[in-house]
């Protein structure tokens, strides 16, 4: 399942003791949603091992703002409260995967 973060929840999905992917989007990016169904499928594959999350800019400046994220979509790949890895623009669903197990 796919965790709906904003600028008020973002502390508690940072210290999360579980590896946080964080897809960063908006409801007006194409490519953000040609991402969408490949985010949900590794959230289905990573329940329990990692924590799979969205965010829209527009609802959360806070969160980009902190990630300086100019594009989107923008994956950031969080390690004990702190950004490790990020991937930008559309990627296959591989590239995900290889960011996230290798924070497993």
Same mark, same amino acid.
Request: glycine share 6%.
């Given at each position: ?14 210290? +999360?003791?579980?590896?946080v992917l964080l897809d960063i989007?908006?409801?007006? &990016?194409?490519? &953000? ?19 799979? &999350? ?10 980009? +703002?902190e990630f300086r994220v100019r594009?989107v979509p923008t994956v950031l ?9 990020? +991937? ?17």
């Amino acid at each position: 399942m796919v965790v709906e973060v904003n600028d008020q929840n973002f502390a508690e999905v940072k210290s +999360s003791n579980l590896p946080v992917l964080l897809d960063i989007g908006a409801t007006w &990016c194409g490519p &953000c949603k040609a991402l969408a169904p490949v985010i949900e499928e590794i959230a289905n594959e990573y329940e329990g091992k990692a924590l799979v &999350c969205k965010v829209d800019v527009d609802d959360a400046p806070g969160i980009a +703002s902190e990630f300086r994220v100019r594009n989107v979509p923008t994956v950031l790949f969080i390690k004990n409260g702190a950004a490790v890895d990020k +991937s930008v623009g559309l990627v296959a669903k591989a590239t995900l995967t290889d960011k996230l197990n290798a924070l497993l």
